[in-house]
């Protein structure tokens, strides 16, 4: 499997042997972590609107970046490193008639040479420190750069293992204030609000997967553990650690 297809696998939980079906595996999901509402609504707040310039970075199906292009009238470019994805991002504009750039890049090496954008977002690929560093430097100052990732909750989950080298969201904060940015909003979702997507994905993915089982049935134990290990992950979103929309102003 090439660089590229290795980080789309681990950016999806997806094991190797599954790899071959990841397109047929997701189908039942639009949007592969981020909520295109709150999207939207976090870049309205920032001030993002008509002719402004927005880079989705690891944009998956372009969910939100075209919910944006269409609610915002910005203009759009989504990259990803899944042609399948893109593929499906640009039917989506398509039918939701706005016009969106889709490239096929490694988002973390993606340097475009005339695009300084207004705004940047990175939702589900790599940990906030390293999303900082990507997203700040394709951003012009003064613009906003969107990232979610998770942070550690306190309280009764102090001591919690699972919790070990993520940080809180006071923490988060504090990195960004050292570069100089100013964080606009970090919205921690709830733990409710958590199960109601988990059930979504949960669902769709578990549909997917009998499809598939009935066809192949020599990817039942695999498809098996990829099931548990979504539900494992999205069992951790529920309690020890949360994720976080943040809307940072870059200074
Ligand atoms: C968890 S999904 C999130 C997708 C999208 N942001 C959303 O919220 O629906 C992670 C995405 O990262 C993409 N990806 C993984 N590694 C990548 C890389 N190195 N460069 C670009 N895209 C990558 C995957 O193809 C996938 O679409």
Redesign the pocket.
């Known amino acids: 499997m090439s660089r ?1 297809l290795e ?2 696998a ?3 939980d997806c094991p190797g042997p599954l790899m071959p079906y990841l397109a047929e595996l997701f189908a039942g999901l ?5 909520s295109p509402r709150m999207v939207v609504g976090a870049l309205r707040r920032a001030g993002i609107g008509p002719g402004d310039r927005l880079l ?6 372009g ?2 970046a075209v919910a944006a292009a269409r609610a915002l009238g910005c203009r759009v470019r989504g ?4 042609p399948p ?1 893109l593929a499906e991002a640009a039917s989506r504009a398509a039918r939701a008639g706005v016009s969106c750039e889709w490239v096929r ?4 090496r ?1 340097r475009p040479a005339a695009f300084h954008a207004d705004a940047a ?5 790599d940990p906030f420190p390293k999303a900082v560093r990507v997203l700040r430097r394709l951003v012009r100052p003064g613009g906003v750069y969107l990232i ?1 990732d998770v942070v550690a909750m306190r309280g009764r989950w102090r001591n919690c293992p699972d919790t070990t080298g993520i940080p809180t969201v006071e923490e988060a904060n504090a990195m960004i204030a050292r570069l100089g940015d100013i964080v606009e909003e970090a919205r921690v979702m709830s733990a409710n609000q958590c199960r109601r997507i988990n059930a979504v994905i949960n669902h769709a993915l578990a549909a997917s997967a009998s499809r598939l089982k009935n066809r192949h049935p020599r990817l039942r134990p695999v498809l098996r553990g990829f099931l548990r290990g979504q539900r494992d992950a999205g069992r951790m979103l529920e309690g020890p650690i949360r994720p976080v929309l943040w809307v940072v102003r870059r200074g």
């Not at 639009?30 to 981020?34: F, I, K, P, R």
């Not at 990259?79 to 899944?82: I, L, R, T, W």
């Open positions: 590229l980080s789309v681990r950016s999806v639009q949007s592969l972590g981020s989705d970075l690891a944009c998956g199906k969910v939100s990259v990803d490193a899944y994805f890049a490694d988002a973390r993606y977002m990175m939702i589900g690929l979610d």
